[in-house]
């Protein structure tokens, strides 16, 4: 079913996101009683023992706020420039695979919804409409995510389509070319699209809107951009395809040649390393986003907070450093800015919005960062992001009973 032919959201639709989805947290527990457990877990869970999964959010609690209420802020702006896309808040939504296993339609009505927001979405290279379909919706500020495939030829193909469909910026992901064990999906059973034993049939009665929504298309479900002309174009079929295809010999030879191939903005997706930073800066990279991929692929990486003010030194304000993975709070956006992040991406608490309202939950979710963002920046006593500074904060080595 297309997106056009999804009803707005309806009044009942409206107030329940008003009165339950208060924040991020709230959210997650409305995806978990609204989806199978084994889809769920494909969202939620990480590498392994989930140690940098959950290392992601807590380690945000290091950091704790200084503010200075009698500097006066009564109006507070958000907005910034980057890479050549005018956007009304530092979070954009980031690049997430198989986002259509949580909504019928969820690239396009994720984009949308970005857009209407006044920020930027990257699409995912497993998206499951094509690339060429998302930059349909008009939507101008769109990212396009690439890898280091084996075969190269395709990551310039993949590159090529990018520019021809007018992407504003191409994100280089560096950390998935062995893929992760995700402990939860192996003892689920996790397969693409989704088989359901027994028990998860008899459970589905309380999963009954997902079903409905879904139920005509699971059968159809497959990998977009990945599709090739008279070869089979099951889901099935391309992921185990797909698992092959990344090359874990890639090499910065293999990022210099997507430069020259790439005439606009380059971001490198997965940098931890200061010394991988620098790097970045000396071959032309026009960004970097600090990533561990969310805790889903080596378990007991270093935290992306952990890791951002190394990253901020190596770069020394050369290039924009962004960041994922473990934001879920206004809050924490606010601290990644003032410890040098230009802007954050949100992947999971997107996924969760999406799975509980579709295109205007996306559209919620995207407005209660605004709203702490806002709240925050106004009870901190600053008017801009450009006062977000590491005088905002005060480091914390461990947290405290509250108050």
């Avoid at 989930?50 to 290392?55: D, G, S």
């Avoid at 979070?91 to 970005?114: D, K, Q, S, Y």
């Avoid at 997965?270 to 800066?281: F, K, S, Y």
């Avoid at 990644?336 to 608490?349: D, N, Q, S, V």
Wanted: overall charge neutral; aromatic content about 6%; charged content about 20%.
């Amino acid at each position: 079913m297309s997106p056009s032919n999804h009803p707005p959201a309806g009044p009942v639709l409206a107030d329940r996101l008003r009165r339950e989805a208060i924040s991020v947290p709230a959210l997650r527990l409305m995806a978990r009683r609204a989806l199978p457990r084994a889809v769920f877990d494909f969202s939620d869970g990480g590498a392994e023992d989930e140690y940098t999964l959950r290392r992601n959010e807590a380690a945000f609690g290091r950091y704790a706020f200084l503010p200075r209420p009698l500097d006066g802020a009564p109006v507070r702006d958000q907005s910034l420039r980057l890479f050549g896309m005018d956007l009304s808040m530092p979070v954009m939504i980031g690049p997430t695979g198989l986002a259509g296993l949580f909504w019928p339609g969820a690239e396009t009505l994720a984009v949308r919804a970005a857009n209407n927001a006044g920020t930027a979405y990257c699409a995912s290279h497993g998206s499951v409409c094509t690339l060429e379909d998302i930059a349909a919706t008009g939507a101008p500020n769109r990212l396009m995510q690439v890898f280091v495939y084996r075969d190269r030829g395709f990551t310039r193909e993949l590159t090529e389509r990018a520019a021809q469909a007018g992407y504003k910026a191409l994100v280089l992901t560096l950390d998935n070319q062995l893929h992760g064990k995700r402990d939860r999906d192996l003892r689920n059973g996790f397969t693409i699209p989704p088989r359901f034993g027994l028990a998860d049939t008899l459970a589905m009665a309380t999963k009954l809107p997902w079903l409905l929504r879904m139920g005509r298309e699971l059968p159809t479900l497959t990998f977009g951009n990945y599709r090739r002309e008279g070869q089979p174009s099951d889901i099935r079929t391309l992921a185990a395809r797909m698992h092959d295809m990344f090359d874990p010999a890639m090499t910065w030879a293999d990022v210099d040649e997507l430069r020259r191939v790439w005439k606009g903005p380059l971001i490198l997706k997965g940098v931890l390393h200061p010394a991988e930073a620098a790097e970045a800066v000396a071959r032309g990279m026009d960004g970097v986003i600090v990533s561990n991929h969310g805790g889903r692929q080596l378990d007991h990486a270093v935290s992306s907070i952990e890791a951002l003010p190394g990253v901020v030194h190596a770069v020394d304000g050369r290039i924009p450093v962004l960041l994922d993975g473990g934001v879920r709070r206004g809050t924490d956006v606010v601290k990644a800015l003032a410890l040098g992040a230009t802007a954050c991406f949100i992947a999971r608490p997107y996924l969760w919005a999406l799975s509980v309202g579709g295109e205007a939950g996306v559209a919620h979710v995207l407005e209660l960062f605004r709203d702490e963002i806002d709240r925050a920046m106004g009870l901190l006593g600053v008017t801009s992001l450009r006062q977000l500074t590491p005088e905002v904060l005060a480091p914390v080595p461990s947290l405290g009973a509250a108050a």
